[in-house]
């Protein structure tokens, strides 16, 4: 068999722009200097910054804080900038122009409800939550305003964006129903009999959690189990091999 290499060879343009920007730093701000994961998959060119002073990481707790941290070309999370900044670290954006545009577009799309299949490898790190949410009998809710503080702040916590500034309470319909691929209801007590009256075709079809709210549960009850509930779920997917980005919460 007969093989042709294509000359010339070499790294692409996202990586070669942050193997420049690494160099920019360590010239500017000298060692130690540290890289958010391996500027780029080769072994060579890791080991050369290695011996030039540059520590590669894959948590933020090995960064001290107030150091210089370069984040690779692969991309990082919302969580890993917020906890940069929390730890007061001079950060420095290396990530690949593109992967970035992989990363607006898949949260654009699931923006509407599409569900999105990414095939590649670790420039998914850099996708982010998003939270939104959908109620039952909205006409209930004791006045409409701004998402409960409480909530804002847990968000936050967790590095997950609010779908806008202030949240109108937002009524389920059957068109939020058909866009996703999984829907859950916070409490099955309460929400089954809501869904088999204003939905009765989905009511058997959707999962139920046992949640409180507010009236049962205060929120350092409620909103930890919710977390640790969504963390159990998207990990029975990614062992299914399905993805959480289709996801609808009623509640």
């Known amino acids: 068999m007969k093989v042709l290499l294509a000359a010339p060879r070499g790294f692409c343009a996202g990586v070669n722009m942050a193997i420049e920007s690494l160099e920019v730093a360590l010239r500017t701000f000298g060692p130690p200097l540290y890289v958010f994961h391996e500027i780029v998959h080769n072994r060579y060119v890791v080991e050369s910054f290695r011996q030039r002073g540059v520590v590669f990481v894959e948590d933020l707790d090995q960064v001290p804080q107030g150091a210089n941290l370069l984040f690779s ?7 890993i900038r917020r906890l940069a900044r929390q730890r007061q670290v001079t950060a ?49 809710a004791d006045g409409y305003g701004p998402i409960a503080s409480y909530t804002v702040e847990r968000l936050a916590a967790c590095g997950i964006r609010l779908d806008g500034d202030v949240r ?23 929400h089954r009999a809501m869904m088999a009256e204003q939905f009765p075709a989905w009511a058997d079809r959707i999962e139920y959690w046992h949640v409180d709210d507010i009236d049962c549960a205060t929120a350092d009850e409620a909103l930890p189990l919710c977390e640790t509930n969504v963390l159990a779920l998207v990990a029975r997917l990614a062992d299914s091999g399905q993805n959480a980005s289709g996801l609808r919460w009623a509640g």
Not at 168 to 190: H, I, M, R
């Open 73 to 79: 070309a692969h991309g990082v999370s919302p969580e």
């Open 92 to 140: 420095i954006d290396a990530t690949c122009p593109l992967v970035t545009k992989v990363h607006s577009e898949a949260v654009r799309f699931a923006r509407k409800g599409y569900t999105i299949l990414l095939i590649g490898h670790a420039e998914a790190r850099g996708l982010d939550w998003q939270a939104t949410s959908r109620g039952l009998r909205t006409w209930m």
């Open 168 to 190: 109108f309470p937002l009524s389920l319909s059957e068109s939020d129903l058909e866009q996703v691929d999984l829907v859950v209801a916070l409490k099955e007590g309460e």
